[in-house]
């Protein structure tokens, strides 16, 4: 019962008209969703409605070419996510906004500011989920001949954080007295400069904005290579993962979990959330048509295309009714592309089915049943040390929400898993986490 | 007559406390503006119900640094202009909003999706302050030595502007087809990839976000120095200037209306818009008084810094109650140290009666009296060919923006120069401006 009082988190991961590939050719999807602020406005209000911890929005820093399906993929029209946050910010009282941008290609004193200025305009909403860009295309947008190693990205990735930290740690958060009388503004012994000279950055400070309500947004991490994995132990406070099964998850779990010790953390200082693609239906018959329809709805090119683009590889050259051949290791999602040769493997799958398999959830974990057969699937996984809460991914929107909001969540909640109210008003208070201490006060209570 | 037809353009220049330099300690004034969303959210609603074209916020990318008045300056704490603008729009309808952003620390890809995402949220609201950014103590944020020269600034903006108007236009206006039945999202013939490759920046694009409701957000420019004036004419829309009196307005509206023929643009293509600082009173003698009362509240280290900053000179070695000594020329904001010298000669002042002077305004046009006393200041600026329009610059906030709109615009209206109503829905449509045809449809149209 004690494990039954501990709560679900639950992110809603929202990219607009929804997670399948086929999403926009649904008859009741918002099809230029990506690109209708409206429509962003309601599902957010919904997420809002069923009390989830944030809404997470995917970002990329170039158009996903996806050769064979030129015009078919619903990529290239949509809202940037920071500036698309801000302003549901205002338009919603309680959720967080957990937005993705890349420590590879943005520079860390613009990046810096504008999460601090997100968090602040949200009254403690946001999070920042680290990438370091998992698409080779993003290169030439940005004057580089080719995209970054792995290994170097993520050395990259620590000490951009690192920056972001320090630059964010620029004000005491009491600095501002703005006392009329003594026309004091702020205490200049409260402002510090970062000073950062580093491999990749050279950072004075101090940052222009007041530290964040959260002290820092939310650190997300969304890899699972090694690297990806070591990133998060040393700094992440949720990390969102593709996993396809208990045993699965409960390894990474223990994974991930076990890399805090050695940087002085604690278990409970970072939240595993696996994706979760539910389709829900009010009988199992009714969620299977709903899926079957969905997946009726691929293009061959685009299902292909698709793949193409996860697995980074050309796979023209290959008959779709014939296995997935080996591949050599790429330089983009690396963690991706293991989870999907692992897929492939597993189900013997050619490579038709093996995107068939994806084009709903990407390797993320699809469930498909009534509310009670959902709740039983992420109730065992939360239960057994798999996971800590989900990210959910609806097939399509809006639809695939207000099913999840209006059958799911009441079922997760008839169970004691899931929270009728919001506990706090920040994302950190919500997601259980506790308010990073500014690392200039920490110094000094070291020195007294 | 036909010249009272001609409507008045008006921008609201709204930063936190407001204009003066001591308005924070103001009684009435909001101390926390430059962060407080609640204050922010009420001016940009007053500011719209008095019609206003705009809402423009200025931008620096580093802490100012003020010698001798640390902690007194109301600097340092304040939101980032694009994402407050954001959140603003989604609480407001017609008004639009003009985000400064530097063109000589920023990322032109970065840089163009935000315009475009709060183009899109706001439904064609947004416009772009372009800035080469005239404090060189942003560098040392960026990883740079020092702040590149003026001139290399200049040349690097005109790049900068001229790779973002090519990947607002990687994709057609009517490229998003989303024909659910055909299964195309898009038309892949309707997409374009830039190929830049320049002196300061190498892009291919194209950019991830659909062109922007208004084709660019429109263009703005705020440097009156000769290489500001020539980018102006070369690529603004609105220029933002200090000028002191009607004859040096005059001349500088002719000057730059007379810089756009050679560039194949029309007078009516750049709106002219002196920067107003309005204080205003039901009789002269209150006006004077509400003066007077912000004049005693700079603290003189306050009075002095600002003047130091805004002149790009130490002139802490001389004496306050004498002579402005003669300066070497600034690699900061060369304009507005031409414009506070000429200044200092004209009246004789001394450094104290200079940083006065200045201490609301700041350069631009300080006006204080009755609403029709003011009307008629900018009536006659209007009519005599040195306005196009005005950027309004309350003295503290909210109540000089209240002040403004209850009864000097009423005061505009009545004279028949100010709209009742908004004319359209997009920034462009209220300030007259035409939609920018696409590039790519241009060649397409010289081809046929």
Redesign the interface.
């Known amino acids: 019962m004690s494990k039954q009082q501990k709560q679900l988190r639950l992110g809603a991961f929202l990219p607009g008209a929804g997670q399948h590939v086929a999403a926009?050719?649904h008859?009741q999807a918002q099809?230029?969703g990506a690109?209708n602020?409206e429509h962003y406005?309601q599902i957010a209000q919904t997420a809002e409605r069923g009390k989830f911890d944030a809404f997470f929005l995917a970002d990329?820093?170039?158009?996903q070419h996806r050769p064979g399906a030129?015009?078919?993929?619903?990529?290239?029209?949509?809202?940037?996510p920071?500036?698309?946050f801000?302003?549901?910010?205002?338009?919603t009282e309680r959720i967080g906004f957990i937005a993705t941008a890349s420590t590879t290609?943005?520079?860390p004193?613009?990046l810096a500011?504008?999460f601090?200025?997100?968090d602040?305009?949200s009254?403690g909403r946001a999070g920042w989920n680290v990438v370091t860009t998992g698409s080779s295309e993003a290169a030439?947008?940005?004057?580089l001949e080719a995209h970054p190693i792995h290994a170097e990205r993520y050395i990259r990735a620590h000490e951009f954080i690192d920056v972001a930290k320090g630059l964010w740690d620029?004000?005491e958060d009491d600095a501002?007295v703005?006392d009329?009388e003594t026309?004091?503004?702020?205490?200049?012994k409260k402002?510090h400069q970062l000073n950062h000279k580093g491999r990749f950055?050279?950072?004075?400070?101090?940052?222009?904005?007041?530290r964040p309500p959260q002290g820092y947004p939310v650190i997300v991490q969304a890899g699972s290579s090694e690297d990806g994995k070591e990133l998060a132990g040393r700094t992440a406070e949720v990390i969102f993962t593709a996993q396809q099964t208990l045993e699965d998850a409960q390894a990474f779990y223990a994974d991930v979990k076990g890399r805090l010790a050695k940087y002085g953390r604690t278990p409970d200082q970072l939240k595993v959330m696996p994706g979760v693609f539910p389709v829900v239906g009010i009988t199992e018959a009714e969620a299977k048509a709903k899926y079957q329809e969905l997946q009726d709805?691929i293009?061959p090119q685009?299902g292909l295309a698709l793949l193409q683009g996860l697995i980074g590889t050309d796979l023209s050259a290959y008959p779709l009714d014939g296995p997935l051949p080996d591949l050599p290791e790429t330089n983009d999602n690396k963690s991706r592309q293991a989870l999907l040769i692992d897929i492939a493997r597993k189900h013997n799958f050619t490579i038709r089915e093996l995107y068939q398999w994806i084009a709903g959830a990407r390797g993320h974990w699809t469930i498909i049943g009534t509310p009670v057969q959902i709740a039983d699937q992420l109730e065992s996984w939360f239960v057994n040390d798999a996971a800590d809460g989900f990210n959910i991914m609806p097939p399509y929107l809006p639809g695939g929400l207000d099913d999840f909001v209006d059958l799911v969540i009441p079922e997760l909640q008839r169970r004691g898993l899931f929270r009728t109210e919001y506990e706090g008003t920040t994302l950190r208070e919500n997601l259980g986490l506790s308010r990073p201490v500014n690392q200039y006060q920490k110094v000094l209570a070291a020195i007294k």
């Not at 030439?140 to 004057?143: D, K, P, V």
């Open positions: 926009w050719r008859p099809s230029n690109l602020f406005k990329g820093l170039a158009l030129e015009g078919r993929t619903a990529f290239g029209g949509d809202f940037e920071v500036t698309l801000s302003a549901l910010s205002a338009v290609y943005e520079d004193y613009i500011r504008k601090a200025s997100l602040h305009i009254g030439g947008n940005f004057g620029s004000w501002f703005r009329k026309a004091f503004y702020y205490d200049p402002i950055f050279s950072v004075r400070g101090p940052l222009n904005i007041a709805l293009h685009v």
